[in-house]
């Protein structure tokens, strides 16, 4: 039986770096625009002691696939 290779998903990455003082409605309302409109997902959240974020957020890279 043929075997099947199975292609990992790839992505790519968007760093933001929230302000301290960003409040926590501020920093929802801007990660849900970049998922609706950008199609981002979170990847990684920092909360730094100075009360700054981190922020990695990725998306799939969908690659076409040439059928001739």
Same mark, same amino acid.
């Given at each position: 039986?043929?075997?099947?290779? =199975? @292609?990992?998903?790839?992505?790519?990455?968007?760093?933001? %770096?929230?302000? @301290?003082?960003?409040?926590?409605?501020? !920093?929802? %309302?801007? &990660?849900?625009?970049?998922?609706?409109?950008?199609?981002?997902?979170?990847?990684?959240?920092? &909360?730094?002691?100075?009360?700054?974020?981190? =922020?990695? &957020? %990725?998306? @799939?890279?969908? @690659?076409?696939? %040439? !059928?001739?």
């Amino acid at each position: 039986m043929p075997s099947k290779t =199975v @292609r990992q998903p790839e992505y790519e990455y968007q760093s933001l %770096r929230l302000p @301290r003082g960003t409040t926590r409605n501020a !920093a929802r %309302r801007l &990660l849900t625009e970049h998922a609706e409109y950008g199609h981002w997902e979170l990847d990684r959240l920092r &909360l730094f002691p100075d009360g700054s974020r981190s =922020v990695v &957020l %990725r998306r @799939r890279i969908i @690659r076409q696939v %040439r !059928a001739w």
